[in-house]
Every structure is written in structure tokens, then in C-alpha cells.
């Protein structure tokens, strides 16, 4: 069955530092999002990327956020200078087009900022 | 503001009983409205999903039952096992557009 990766799986960082999580989206699917979960909350948009570049993107996607399709197949979220409240999961998730077909999660990255 | 509202937020239903997640959206332009199943250190996983053209569908032992006048749709898991303890979320997406998720119901089933 087809998935969704990512990785890290689990990064602890300090407050301040930049990290960048990866995503390898199912390999047909053209649309592409990241969304967070606060640990215990609902699971919250951050942004959506089509034909290489942003669709939308939510009030939290602010300016310490930036994605990136560098190559065919990963897809990146990168957070310039981390805070205490960016802990959370950051989930990638990937769709065959806009047809309202099935939105595919990967597993999480756990994000710890210290 | 919140574009889909889900209760309870958790829920305790004995082994065999039936399993009741509301949720009530405000936008009528929505078009899809799936639920998904998440188990501790898991992402979501599709579990059914619905568009408004239909009041029900059914897949096994789960059920969504969807009240377009009202704006409601709610999930059913009948005979419900302790295997199905997760958070379920509904979602709520018009076609091509990002998905709006409601808060989560954290349901245990206990034997």
C-alpha cells in the first residue's frame, strides 16, 4: 500500500534554532499539505503546495515558515527559528488531485523545542 | 473561527454498544466530509467518508449519516470493540481546497 514518509520521526532542538522536516508524498499525488497537532488538540492546517508552489496557507503559517519541493519527490517544511509553542506533531499529508479523494497522513515528526 | 464543531469531545462505551461522534459544519460550499481514526503516535487514517448527494453510508460496522438541512453529520461504529479506542476526527474540505478537521473525540471501549 502506498504511504507517506517522513522524517525525522522525533527532533528536540533549541529555541531559536531552525529545523527542517521531510516528506516523501505518494509518488502520484499532486497536492500536498503539512498540518500540526498539538499534543492532545485537533489537527491544524499550515499550508497546501500545487504545481510547485503555495495554494493557501493558514494564519499560523507565518514568515518563520517555508516549504520547498527541491527535487521530484520530497517535500519540506522548514521553520527558520523555532519557539517553545512550534512543539508539536507536524504531519505531511499528500492527495491524487482536487477530486476530494483520500487525504494520505504520514506518521508524524515530533518536534521538541527547548 | 471554527469551520467544524465535533462532540463529545470523549466518550466511554461498553464492548457491543454503539458509538455516537457529532460534528456540525457552517459552510455550505463543503462538499466532502470524511472521518478519520488516529491511534496514539499514528497520523490519522481515512476511516469512511461522504459527500452531501447522500444521507448515509455504510462500510462494515461504521455508519455516517449525514443531515445536509441541518449542516450535521455524525458517525456510527456499532458493536463497538475495544480495538476501535482512538480519536476520531471529522473533516470537512471543499474539492481541491484545504480540510478542516473538528477537535477530536478520544472514544475507549471498554470489555
Known amino acids: 500500500e502506498p504511504e507517506v514518509t517522513q522524517t525525522p520521526s522525533h527532533q528536540v532542538t533549541q529555541m531559536g534554532q531552525e529545523v527542517i522536516l521531510r516528506c516523501v508524498p505518494i509518488?502520484?499525488?499532486?497536492?500536498f499539505y503539512w498540518y500540526r497537532q498539538i499534543l492532545g488538540q485537533k489537527v491544524e492546517f499550515l499550508v497546501s503546495?500545487?504545481?510547485?508552489?503555495?495554494?493557501?496557507k493558514s494564519e499560523i503559517f507565518d514568515d518563520q515558515f517555508s516549504v520547498e519541493r527541491p527535487d521530484g519527490s520530497n517535500f519540506t517544511l522548514k521553520i527558520r527559528s523555532t519557539k517553545l509553542e512550534d512543539s508539536a506533531m507536524y504531519f505531511c499529508?499528500?492527495?491524487?488531485?482536487?477530486?476530494?479523494?483520500?487525504?494520505?497522513f504520514g506518521e508524524g515528526s515530533r518536534l521538541t523545542v527547548l | 473561527q471554527q469551520q467544524v464543531k465535533q462532540s463529545p469531545q470523549s466518550l466511554i462505551v461498553q464492548k457491543g454498544g454503539i458509538s455516537i461522534i457529532n460534528c456540525a459544519y457552517e459552510?455550505?460550499?463543503?462538499?466532502?466530509f470524511p472521518w478519520y481514526q488516529q491511534f496514539p503516535g499514528k497520523g490519522p487514517a481515512l476511516l469512511i467518508a461522504?459527500?452531501?448527494?447522500?444521507s448515509e453510508k455504510k462500510e462494515g460496522r461504521f455508519t455516517i449519516s449525514f443531515n445536509k438541512s441541518a449542516k450535521q453529520f455524525s458517525l456510527h461504529i456499532m458493536d463497538s470493540q475495544p480495538g476501535d479506542s482512538a480519536t476520531y476526527f471529522c473533516?470537512?474540505?471543499?474539492?481541491?481546497?484545504?480540510?478542516?478537521f473538528g477537535t477530536g473525540t478520544s472514544l475507549t471501549v471498554i470489555p
Open positions: 459552510n455550505t460550499a463543503f462538499d466532502y
Open positions: 503546495f500545487y504545481n510547485n508552489e503555495i495554494s493557501e
Open positions: 499529508a499528500s492527495i491524487t488531485n482536487g477530486a476530494g479523494g483520500e487525504l494520505f
Open positions: 473533516a470537512a474540505s471543499i474539492t481541491g481546497n484545504q480540510f478542516y
Open positions: 461522504i459527500r452531501p448527494d447522500v
Open positions: 509518488s502520484n499525488h499532486l497536492y
